[in-house]
């Protein structure tokens, strides 16, 4: 499976949840709009998708926006070599 595999199964699974993926530098990310559904889609790239370890897990500080933080999770598949980040503003 590779990052851009997996996040347009979790498009397809999740819908208007996920947003498009982004790629740079090689890295794919999603944005989970609802913060109180990423257990839910942490649970399925686990279970699901076989991203058996959480590389990270950080924050980004949006002074002066709103929402102020976006919860960043660097997500890994040792099985697959597949890097997936997820990010949700709280």
Known sequence: MTADHAAQDLRNKFGDL????????????VQVSDPARIVEVCKVCKQEMGFDYLVDLSSVDNYGDDPRWTVVYELYSITDRCHLRLKTDV
């Open 18 to 29: 996920i947003s498009e993926p982004t790629t740079f530098r090689e890295e794919v990310t």
